[in-house]
């Protein structure tokens, strides 16, 4: 079956308003291209790379979150049942594992069909929530990578909430 392919103006390159924005709240970030962009932002656990590529074919905006954890292949198996762990609770996005270099990135796609246009706010809101979910579980991959432990004890406690202060 054929699709027909609307094409629709864009009043701007989503990738010149998400540099804007970079900008704008003078966040380190580098243009690799017109349709990429990466930014560079320090969490509380780890520096995270987040990059954000136009795929105008699917008029998509694809948002790849990287933080720096290799996995060694005698716990890739654990990683992968971490993931799927990992991804039943998100509703936005999921984790995934880059095969060329087994690294782990937390991955989302905004569609903007049509010729939607971006705006600040959603691309706030996308990065912002990369980088919080992979704060979250950030500690259940380093629990499975270098402490050893299955993918449900790790996520059990990496999700503790800690109450008051020591």
């Given at each position: 079956m054929a699709f027909p392919h609307f094409a629709a103006d864009r009043s701007e390159h989503p990738v010149d308003l998400i540099e804007r924005l970079?900008?704008?709240?003078?966040?380190?970030?580098?243009?690799?291209?017109?349709?990429?962009?990466?930014?560079?932002?320090?969490?509380?656990?780890?520096?995270?790379?987040?990059?954000?590529?136009?795929?105008?074919?699917?008029?998509?905006?694809?948002?790849?979150?990287?933080?720096?954890?290799?996995?060694?292949?005698?716990?890739?198996?654990?990683?992968?049942?971490?993931?799927?762990?990992?991804?039943?609770?998100?509703?936005?996005?999921?984790?995934?594992?880059?095969?060329?270099?087994g690294v782990i990135m937390f991955r989302h796609t905004i569609v903007l069909a049509g010729g939607a246009d971006l705006n600040g706010r959603q691309c706030e809101t996308v990065l912002t929530n990369a980088v919080v979910t992979c704060e979250r579980y950030y500690q259940a991959f380093q629990f499975v990578v270098w402490a050893g432990r299955s993918s449900r004890e790790a996520l059990e406690q990496a999700l503790i909430v800690t109450q008051g202060r020591a």
């Open positions: 970079a900008a704008q709240h003078q966040w380190a970030f580098d243009r690799d291209g017109e349709d990429e962009l990466s930014i560079s932002v320090t969490g509380e656990w780890t520096d995270y790379n987040v990059a954000f590529t136009w795929l105008a074919d699917m008029e998509a905006l694809h948002i790849a979150c990287v933080f720096d954890l290799k996995i060694p292949p005698a716990r890739g198996n654990e990683v992968l049942s971490l993931i799927a762990l990992i991804n039943e609770q998100l509703w936005l996005g999921h984790f995934d594992i880059w095969p060329q270099d």
